[in-house]
Structure formats: structure tokens, C-alpha cells
């Protein structure tokens, strides 16, 4: 439990930095691109809404998401587009307060709730882990605002948890490209905003590893920004092919940036 509260309190603070960056935006804002193409900032905040309300239904009513997500599933390709699609088109007031609505909804009912494990897009996850994934996703799409809008945000350390989510679905990125992902495990260490080490993987016997700024890594699984325009270094031809693919979310193989497309 103690874990699930950290994890809460720092998906609240993470959803309180980007509603800092929207709530003050004029309603023209709002429809302003952001590197997702064909996403506008109400795209990316009517995905957020949609998805927290998705979780939220997983969590309470497992029969009612599994059936959601049978129709889901036959428009594999399109439906995550057409859930923000249809949220974009709202007023941006309208959509601001679902989204808030929402995010704490989904917050109170895995923290008030004594259950196993949530069933998910992906594998089933604890509370604690999809309260992990919705900081990332808060986090990742964020990113896409804050580029949208020309700013630069600080590195914070709640990026920690965006990291282990990087770290733990290494397999994923390979499974979701079908290939068989490398038997041998990696040791991951990246350099905190205040210059501590995060680590992940034994040293001992390990000949693949991953290192360089926390950020950096964050930003490469979740394919904000490209390979390219990253100091990350890779150790190992395993973990060297493993950054060309890594993906932190959930659903297929991700686009990513284009080299050049962001200045550091």
C-alpha cells in the first residue's frame, strides 16, 4: 500500500504539471499540432481522459471492460484515434473538467480498493503498476504538449518510475515486433536529475548494458525523441538493437521521431 500512495501522490503531481500547461490556453491553443501527427493538444489531453476513464472501468467492472475491449479490438488500428477524435471536438472546458474528473476517479478507486491483479490492454497489472503506467502515459503525452507549445520542462524525479516501466518491458518490444527477445538480461544505469544512479540488472556475468541520462532513457522508450538526438550508450549488440525498438506503452510498434526532429 505504501508503494501504490507514492506512486498516486506522484501521478497527481505529474497531472497537475500538464494541467498547469493547458488550463491557461486559449481556446485556439488547444487545437495547436503537437508531434503526434495529426494530434492537437485537445487530442492529447481527450486521450489521456479517455484512457484514465478506461482504467478506471478495469478496475470496477472487469466483464463490462473485457466486452469494451472485444469491440476495441476489431479496429485494432483506429479506435485509440477515434476515442481521442471524438474528445477533441469538445469545448476545451468541457474536456479539461472530464479529464480531472476522471484522473481522480481513477486514483480513489486504486486506492480504496482491496483487489488483484486489473485486467488491461496489455497483461493484467496491479494497482500500483497501472497507477505507474498512467504516469508514464501522462508523462510521455506531456512531452508531446510541452514540445506542441515550445517549452522546456525540468527533469523530475518522478521520471523514476517512467524509467523501471523502460527497464521491465524490454521483452514487450520485441514480442509486440515479433521477435524473440535476447535471453541474456541487461543491466540498465541511468543518471538521475540530481545525479544519483538508477539501477536496474545485476553487474555480475553481464556483458549487454544501457547507459546515460535518466531523461534521455525516458524519452527514447516512450519514442519522444529519436535514438539519434540521445546520449544514450549502448553496451552489447543485444542492448545496441534493443534501443532501436525499446517501447514502454502498450498496442503495436509505436512511429517514434524522426533524427533532428527536437534541439536539446
Aim: charged letters at 20%; aromatic letters at 8%; glycine letters at 8%.
Amino acid at each position: 500500500m505504501a508503494d501504490l500512495v507514492r506512486v498516486l501522490a506522484d501521478l497527481q503531481a505529474e497531472s497537475e504539471d500538464l494541467d498547469a500547461l493547458v488550463s491557461v490556453l486559449s481556446e485556439d491553443a488547444w487545437a495547436t499540432p503537437t508531434p503526434a501527427t495529426g494530434w492537437t493538444i485537445a487530442h492529447q489531453i481527450g486521450h489521456l481522459a479517455w484512457t484514465d476513464q478506461a482504467a478506471t472501468l478495469a478496475a470496477t467492472d472487469p466483464d463490462g471492460f473485457r466486452a469494451a475491449m472485444q469491440a476495441a479490438f476489431t479496429a485494432s488500428h483506429t479506435f485509440v484515434d477515434e476515442a481521442a477524435e471524438e474528445r477533441a471536438h469538445r469545448p476545451p472546458g468541457e474536456l479539461l473538467a472530464s479529464w480531472r474528473e476522471g484522473r481522480a476517479a481513477l486514483a480513489a478507486e486504486l486506492l480504496g480498493a482491496d483487489r488483484g491483479k486489473i485486467v488491461w490492454f496489455g497483461p493484467s497489472m496491479s494497482a500500483t503498476s497501472m497507477a505507474t503506467a498512467r504516469l508514464m502515459e501522462t508523462w510521455a503525452h506531456g512531452q508531446d504538449v510541452a514540445d506542441a507549445l515550445g517549452l522546456l520542462r525540468l527533469p523530475t524525479p518522478r521520471l523514476r518510475h517512467v524509467a523501471h516501466i523502460g527497464a521491465r518491458t524490454r521483452d514487450f518490444a520485441y514480442l509486440v515486433r515479433d521477435r524473440v527477445a535476447p535471453r541474456e538480461p541487461f543491466r540498465i544505469e541511468l543518471t538521475a536529475p540530481d545525479g544519483a544512479i538508477w539501477v536496474w540488472g545485476d553487474e555480475d556475468g553481464v556483458t549487454q548494458s544501457v547507459t546515460g541520462p535518466a531523461l534521455d532513457f525516458c524519452l527514447l522508450v516512450t519514442q519522444r525523441r529519436h535514438r539519434a538526438d540521445l546520449s544514450l550508450v549502448a553496451t552489447g549488440a543485444d542492448a545496441d538493437e534493443w534501443l532501436d525498438i525499446a517501447q514502454a506503452f502498450a498496442g503495436p510498434p509505436g512511429s517514434g521521431r524522426t533524427p533532428g526532429q527536437f534541439s536539446r
